[in-house]
């Protein structure tokens, strides 16, 4: 031990001056030289007994942490790369800057403005999909069912539109902002009529197609017609500036589609526009925990933990609330149509949503 930590002294003294890429390089090769050798000390051990005690378990942690490391170095494009040893379960998102830590998840009641639920989850989480576990979370914490979401652009995702509003899944309305359609002169997959029995798409010039491949993310099918087709077809200015080599159009049509036609509709609908008036309450829970509760950083390791310390903060938040409200109104006040919003943020910087609830 003692001889590994006068290695590293001379490893950090030699490099000091160096450039960063070299100061890394020499770290990693010192790191891999450890890693071989207590490998070896692995191997020498045997397997884990039954019960392993405290210092194995710890020994063989340690030892996973160093091979995802070196792993991470030797694959830096990878993705979830460890950032920090000492909480190697924080990770790296982005939110207008990149942050190492942890994403915050919160649930607000829109009438009283109370939080309802909290999860968290690493930096690099996915928010959208998250708004399923944190409203399942809201429902049996509070014994209520959700009856609709008012959720910001991150929300426009197919899969998330499908899990929260299908019968089978959730069946709650979600209210999202439909991205701004784009202008294009050419016709749009739209205009290409699905016909999902037989798998073929006709295009608006009449030719169809059957050849397609899956889209590398799974939300759809990507339909390419042939190039003949495509050059005999009246209508194909409309489809293409200009006439590929090889092939003809490509369209996609989406598995979600009927989701993203429903959401679009409903945000035409007065309903749409008084729910999106609510949805500003929940800044305000955010910036009290932002603003006043340092709620940009955390100041423990280790996803429990902080987990813990937003539970508190929470806590403290839902106390203010709560006096605020005695003393506007002498008493609780009497509750309109129960309605809720919930907000998910990271230490840096929000996106936003809400939500309607009606007791269960």
Same mark, same amino acid.
């Given at each position: ?32 030289a ?6 070896a ?86 928010e959208?999909? =998250? ?27 197919g ?23 784009? =202008? ?5 997959? =739209? ?41 005999g ?22 598995d ?9 509709a ?7 526009a008084?729910?999106?008036?609510q ?82």
């Amino acid at each position: 031990m003692a001889t590994d930590e006068a290695e590293a002294e001379v490893v950090r003294q030699a490099t000091s001056d160096r450039p960063d890429t070299d100061r890394l390089v020499a770290r990693v090769t010192h790191l891999r030289a450890i890693v071989t050798w207590v490998d070896a000390v692995q191997q020498a051990l045997g397997p884990l007994p039954v019960s392993p005690d405290m210092v194995r378990t710890r020994f063989e942690a340690a030892l996973a942490l160093a091979h995802r490391v070196l792993a991470d170095r030797d694959d830096p494009d990878t993705g979830d790369q460890v950032q920090s040893v000492v909480d190697p379960d924080a990770r790296c998102g982005k939110h207008g800057a990149y942050v190492d830590g942890y994403l915050l998840d919160i649930s607000v009641d829109a009438d009283s403005e109370l939080l309802t639920a909290l999860n968290l989850l690493p930096g690099n989480g996915d928010e959208a999909r =998250e708004a399923q576990t944190l409203l399942a979370a809201e429902e049996r914490a509070q014994g209520h069912a959700v009856a609709a979401v008012s959720i910001d652009g991150m929300g426009w995702n197919g899969e998330v539109l499908r899990a929260l509003s299908a019968p089978e899944g959730m069946g709650i309305e979600v209210y999202v902002p439909p991205p701004a359609p784009a =202008e294009t002169p050419w016709f749009g997959p =739209e205009a290409f009529v699905l016909d999902a029995p037989q798998g073929v798409v006709t295009c608006p010039g009449g030719p169809q197609t059957a050849t397609k491949e899956r889209r590398a993310n799974h939300t759809g099918w990507k339909f390419v017609c042939a190039r003949r087709q495509c050059a005999g077809c009246p209508r194909h200015a409309r489809c293409l500036a200009t006439l590929p080599q090889k092939k003809g159009r490509r369209v996609i049509k989406n598995d979600y589609q009927a989701e993203y036609d429903a959401a679009r509709a409903r945000a035409t609908t007065p309903g749409y526009a008084a729910v999106r008036q609510q949805h500003p309450r929940v800044e305000r829970q955010w910036a009290d925990i932002v603003r006043y509760h340092d709620g940009r950083r955390s100041r423990y390791r280790g996803p429990w933990r902080v987990k813990v310390q937003y539970l508190l903060t929470g806590l403290v938040v839902n106390v203010k609330r709560m006096v605020k409200l005695l003393d506007a109104h002498g008493a609780q006040p009497a509750r309109q149509p129960a309605s809720s919003s919930w907000e998910r943020d990271k230490d840096v910087a929000g996106t936003h949503a809400g939500h309607r609830t009606q007791p269960s």
